[in-house]
């Protein structure tokens, strides 16, 4: 197990020199002394290489194998969603310890009670609350599990997994009600690798379909726009190399896929490679794409813009940005121009409140109000009268260089030009997903880390309300409101990739 320690022998035959150097033949995996005592690394599991070299002719070795594994603890359920009062038994498992005895107990004061055996009652109090349960062995070893305590109806029921785990994928419903999962990354190290897998997703079955196989080499940080006539423009993105960790660049290229007849067929370049762009459909039917980056990690934001032409499959700059932007949100608005509010001009650099309006008549960006709160990784959402609501994201920290997730929201009146404060969430969030519903309120769903939390947003009032949570925890997913009303939640996952799906039910789930 992680940090544990064996001691090895060595036995050298044909010389009176039996004396020999220890080594680990990873630079990762583990230390050992001269005396053949070898202590695991803390952090890193797998099969790792204890080698034993002749002193008196050190091209005779001997190598032993060694099975490290990362002390774990792992809480199920991982999620719940309870009324007030409600009560869930929790279950811990420990692996990589001896002793796999844990201790109980709840994060927040007044956050509910729970017993040795792991049985919770929550609180009387609507809110979200966190069960911990801490190794008796190592208590530098815990496991979280997100309470979600509401009175809503309305929540989540899994349904058919991916066939490949994915992250920042794009999720487009098709015309025949299907809908189009596209992309992504996945990756069992810190760092994003892109996907070049496409899938299907059939609501009345609930399953989904492979249509492109994943070749290795693959692409995030993309654009999927439905076309009027029904073809799918996937665009640009972010493009790995090779899957060695070394980061992505931008990549210019394009393809359609033609939801009625299930076939992929090429199309013009973008102008410019871009990734972390935004793509927008113009009432006219073009596609309007703005800003992005060079790279990633470490990229650069651009201010060019340019359009895509269905009916020529050609793009064509436009004016460019007042500002350089990537991580930003585009939002056609009801007359007919878009509005771009916030992002960052580089990676790791502080976001900005700035916004601005393209104009499609004249293909000019022109200043508008700015926000109150800078930020990126947010959502823009239209609602049904015309107005813009903006929430969460990463905004700059007081006292600091860094960013934090903010539980603010505002919203735009395209009429004034303004952004103007509404109600705050319960809980702060980025890279969350943001979905109209039917009746006009706006499912907030995930984001930030391992967060499983939804809240839904209510015009009328300006104010959130909590709903059912969500049975993982998600960042980077996709939400898709289905024709039928529910929303369809997928994937996610910070650099490792999430199978599984959920679909939302606004009343009782079945």
Not at 349 to 367: K, L, R, W
């Amino acid at each position: 197990m992680s940090g544990s320690t064996q001691t090895f022998a060595a036995i050298v035959a044909g010389t009176t020199n039996t004396a020999v150097t220890w080594s680990v033949q990873e630079s990762s995996g583990g230390t050992i002394n001269s005396a053949g005592v070898y202590m695991a690394p803390q952090n890193s599991s797998g099969t790792f290489h204890v080698v034993a070299a002749s002193q008196a002719n050190p091209s005779v070795t001997g190598i032993a194998a060694v099975s490290v594994q990362l002390s774990q603890l792992t809480i199920s359920p991982a999620a719940a969603t309870l009324p007030p009062n409600g009560s869930q038994t929790f279950t811990a498992t420990v692996v990589g310890l001896a002793n796999t005895n844990v201790t109980w107990t709840v994060q927040e004061a007044g956050g509910g009670l729970i017993n040795g055996a792991g049985f919770y009652t929550a609180p009387g109090t609507t809110g979200f609350y966190h069960v911990i349960a801490t190794s008796a062995q190592d208590t530098t070893i815990t496991g979280s599990s997100t309470v979600t305590v509401t009175t809503s109806v309305g929540g989540f029921v899994p349904t058919g997994s991916l066939t490949e785990p994915r992250g920042l994928q794009t999720a487009t419903l098709l015309p025949n009600k299907k809908v189009l999962v596209a992309y992504g990354s996945n990756s069992n190290r810190n760092c994003y690798l892109g996907l070049s897998s496409i899938e299907l997703y059939d609501a009345g079955a609930g399953t989904f379909t492979e249509i492109v196989g994943d070749d290795g080499v693959g692409t995030f940080g993309h654009t999927s726009t439905l076309l009027a006539n029904g073809q799918v423009l996937l665009a640009a993105g972010f493009v790995d190399d090779q899957w060695d960790c070394s980061g992505s660049y931008a990549d210019n290229g394009a393809q359609l896929y033609d939801s009625g007849t299930g076939v992929f067929s090429g199309t013009g370049n973008l102008t410019t490679a871009r990734g972390g762009h935004t793509a927008t459909l113009l009432a006219n039917g073009k596609v309007l794409f703005a800003g992005g980056a060079d790279q990633y990690p470490g990229g650069t934001a651009m201010a060019s813009a340019e359009l895509f032409d269905p009916g020529t499959g050609v793009f064509t700059p436009t004016g460019n940005m007042m500002a350089a932007r990537f991580r930003h949100t585009a939002t056609l608005l009801q007359n007919g121009r878009v509005l771009i509010v916030g992002g960052t001009a580089r990676d790791s650099s502080n976001s900005t409140a700035t916004a601005e309006v393209y104009d499609p008549a004249t293909g000019i960006f022109t200043a508008t109000g700015s926000m109150a709160t800078a930020r990126e990784e947010h959502t823009a959402t239209l609602l049904n009268d015309g107005k813009v609501l903006i929430v969460g994201g990463e905004s700059p920290a007081a006292g600091s260089s860094g960013l934090q997730d903010t539980v603010t929201a505002e919203i735009y009146d395209p009429s004034t030009g303004l952004f103007s404060a509404t109600g705050a969430m319960a809980e702060a969030r980025s890279s969350h997903t943001a979905t109209l519903l039917a009746d006009g309120t706006v499912l907030i769903a995930g984001g930030g880390k391992d967060n499983s939390t939804a809240e839904v947003y209510n015009e009328a009032s300006g104010s959130f309300s909590i709903t059912g949570g969500m049975e993982v925890g998600r960042s980077g997913h996709t939400a898709t409101l289905l024709a039928d009303g529910t929303v369809l939640v997928v994937g996610g996952g910070d650099f490792a990739g999430i199978a599984s799906a959920e679909v939302y039910y606004q009343n009782s789930p079945p």
